[in-house]
């Protein structure tokens, strides 16, 4: 009796197979850019990214700065960079100043969480881009072409905050310098310590409101770097604008944090305890 099932057994998996692989080829040929649901490139979308720059006082830690500046200007998926810097800290590195996708701003003070936002209001709020704001040491690869294939439709009304991965070529723990830190890069997902360095939004979505904007503005009154800061913003977006979806999407866009000096300032275990 089982000899005789067998060719039966046989046929119904060649059948099912031809089926999945009839439906997946369907799924395929369905998935255009004018599906919301869709995750696929979309030629019209052009990303902006805002970050600062500083020069440190240790080399090793101004090659780190240097290095993460020098990737965004040269990943092609930015069609601009905007570079918040002190007078104190210019100028720019030649190779920043010479690219003409790169706007220096010059500011007076080192910038809070605030400024970002309001900066992408000021001077992006009509130009379509998607907004990406990071920290000084971090950088993407090629996964950063994720928000270049999410819909209009999906990304407006998102609020993306992604944790970071670690680059590391020491193999030592950057605060205590034990050995056994996983060589290469390494995903931090939430709540992993000093979790997000990196924010994604299209700011027509919390641009348009003046009043919600200028009252978040104010409340984000510290920098990007302190313990604490990213927390206390999404709670300010969330409260603000409930409607908005935050989303972490750590495993589709590897924004990479870039510190094996170990380097920081005096300030850098401040806490935003608000």
């Not at 099932?5 to 255009?32: E, N």
């Not at 919301?36 to 052009?46: E, G, L």
């Not at 209001?121 to 009509?126: G, I, M, Q, R, S």
């Not at 904007?213 to 990007?224: A, F, I, P, R």
Request: glycine share 4%; hydrophobic share 40%; net charge neutral.
């Amino acid at each position: 009796m089982a000899r005789h099932r067998l060719p039966f057994l046989v046929a119904l998996v060649c059948i099912s197979l031809l089926i999945i692989a009839y439906v997946a080829r369907l799924q395929r040929r369905s998935c255009t850019p004018a599906d919301a649901a869709c995750v696929v490139y979309r030629p019209h979308i052009q990303l902006a990214i805002i970050t600062s720059y500083y020069k440190s006082e240790y080399p090793d830690r101004a090659a780190e700065i240097d290095v993460s500046l020098a990737s965004l200007i040269a990943n092609p998926l930015l069609h601009q960079v905007h570079v918040l810097v002190e007078v104190k800290d210019r100028p720019l590195p030649p190779f920043a100043i010479v690219n003409p996708r790169t706007k220096e701003i010059v500011i007076s003070k080192r910038p809070l969480m605030g400024d970002y936002i309001q900066y992408a209001c000021d001077h992006l709020h009509e130009t379509g881009h998607r907004v990406i704001f990071s920290n000084s040491d971090i950088f993407f690869d090629s996964t950063l072409d994720y928000f270049t294939k999410i819909a209009d439709e999906v990304f407006d009304q998102t609020f993306y905050a992604i944790s970071r991965w670690r680059l590391d070529a020491t193999g030592k723990d950057i605060d205590t310098g034990a050995p056994g830190t996983p060589l290469g890069m390494t995903a931090y997902p939430f709540p992993t310590y000093g979790s997000y360095d990196t924010f994604a939004f299209k700011p027509k979505t919390i641009c348009s409101d003046k009043v919600k904007l200028k009252d978040m503005v104010e409340s984000l009154n510290y920098t990007m770097g302190v313990l604490g800061a990213e927390n206390r913003l999404l709670y300010e977006v969330r409260r603000q604008y409930p409607e908005i979806k935050l989303v972490n999407p750590y495993k589709d866009v590897r924004t990479v944090h870039i510190h094996d000096s170990g380097r920081r300032g005096s300030t850098w275990s401040d806490r935003v305890n608000e």
